[in-house]
């Protein structure tokens, strides 16, 4: 691949959003179980992270399952703003190298009594067997991510800005 020499390419890194940028973000949303997520705690006003469990929902939304009792719960419920990472590295090689999704997104909580409540549920528990032990706990729910825009790394040289519409996963 020849080095860029043209000035504004060499000062924007972003590449123009592709097909192939578009299924890779896809597939790690498709293929994602877990997440990091990043919300600001609202006691410090200092961003705070946790690992959490992620899945598509039936209408391949981007959805979690979260307790009262975690922080990320508590933020979300002060300020609906906040950011996950999907993809993990793989066994070998440069951990920079594997792709990876940050997704700007705005958090839902969703209704027990939702009439999508029972498709949430099964789909859930379709990709998170596990959830089964506690899903029905008085303290869990379900949170829905509208995704504003995401940030796709597929790997060195390779990176994206992706809007919504690149990110409806079918």
Same mark, same amino acid.
């Given at each position: 691949?020849p ?41 410090t006003?200092?961003?705070f ?12 939304? +981007?959805?979690?399952l979260v307790?009262?009792?975690? %922080?990320?719960?508590?933020? =979300? @419920?002060?300020d &609906?703003? $906040?950011? /996950? ?19 700007r997104v705005?958090a839902?909580?969703? +209704? ?7 498709? %949430?549920?099964?789909?859930? =528990? @379709?990709?998170h &067997?596990k $959830?089964? /032990?506690?899903v ?15 940030h ?12 919504t ?6």
């Amino acid at each position: 691949m020849p080095i860029p020499t043209d000035p504004q390419r060499l000062s924007d890194p972003i590449r123009e959003t592709d097909a192939a940028a578009r299924g890779i973000a896809r597939d790690l949303m498709r293929g994602a179980r877990k997440a990091a997520l990043g919300v600001i705690d609202p006691g410090t006003g200092a961003p705070f992270v946790s690992r959490v469990a992620f899945g598509l929902g039936p209408g391949v939304e +981007a959805l979690t399952l979260v307790s009262d009792l975690s %922080i990320h719960a508590g933020a =979300l @419920r002060a300020d &609906p703003r $906040a950011s /996950l990472l999907i993809g993990e590295p793989g066994s070998k090689g440069d951990p920079l190298t594997h792709p990876r999704l940050t997704l700007r997104v705005t958090a839902r909580f969703v +209704a027990p009594d939702a009439p999508d409540g029972t498709g %949430i549920r099964s789909a859930w =528990l @379709r990709d998170h &067997p596990k $959830a089964a /032990l506690y899903v029905d706990f008085a303290d869990f729910h379900f949170v829905r991510f509208e995704i504003a825009d995401g940030h796709l790394n597929a790997g060195f040289g390779k990176a994206y800005a992706l809007a919504t519409n690149d990110l409806m996963v079918d």
